[in-house]
Each structure stands twice: as C-alpha cells, then as structure tokens.
Nanobody
C-alpha cells in the first residue's frame, strides 16, 4: 500500500523560500500522478500543483504558478514543492497526494492516497 510522507514544513519569514518533500514507500512514485494541496486555518483545501505520471507534465492552479514549482526526483522517489516569496497568506498545512500507477488524475483528480501533511507558518 502506498504511503506518503511530507516533510520540510517549518516557520519561515515573509519573503523567504521553502522546499517541501513528498516521499513514498512501497511503490515507485515515478509512475504516479502526484499533487500538492494546502489547507489554511478556517479555510477549505486548495490545490496548488500536480505532476503527471506519464511524462512529468506539470499543472498549476490559478495564482500558484510563478511562486510554486513542483518537481520529481525519481532516484529519491520523491516529489518536491519549491515555494518562493512566501507571505503570511501561505500559512497552511501542506499535503501531497498520489494516484496510480499511470493514473490520469493530474490535473483533475481524484487522488487515492494522501499524506499526513506538513505545517508551514510564514511569520516574522
């Protein structure tokens, strides 16, 4: 069974950068569609970006492209989310999700497996 573990969340100052990691066990994540979502306090879940299982094409939600970059390192069986120019509005729990193998869930979903989330706090 696929298990996803996010890491990299921490307290960061406004304007700073952070890279989140989504690592998988038991499966080769390279064959899976993987997405990043976030949920801010008191708000619903928001999609950020996804990467396809077939050719590593990437998709971004509106207003996410430019500051956020999703990428995959097959050798490390990990998908990353690079976040730049962070603001307090980016404070949230960030989740990765996966579906596969050879799923077409990116960009429209759904995703079968979710991680437990990693907390990002942007504050001075």
């Amino acid at each position: 069974q696929v298990q996803l573990v996010e890491s990299g969340g921490t307290l960061v100052q406004p304007g700073g950068s952070l890279r989140l990691s989504c690592a998988a066990s038991e499966v080769t994540l390279d064959y899976y569609a993987v997405a990043w979502f976030r949920q801010a306090p008191g708000k619903g879940r928001e999609g950020i970006a996804c990467i396809t299982s077939r050719d590593d094409s990437t998709y971004y939600s509106e207003n996410m492209e430019g500051r956020f970059t999703i990428s995959r390192d097959a050798a490390k069986n990990t998908v990353y989310l690079q976040m730049n120019s962070l603001s307090p509005e980016d404070t949230a729990v960030y989740y990765c999700a996966a579906d596969g193998p050879l799923s077409d869930s990116c960009p429209s979903g759904p995703y079968e497996t979710w991680g437990q989330g990693t907390q990002v706090i942007v504050s001075s």
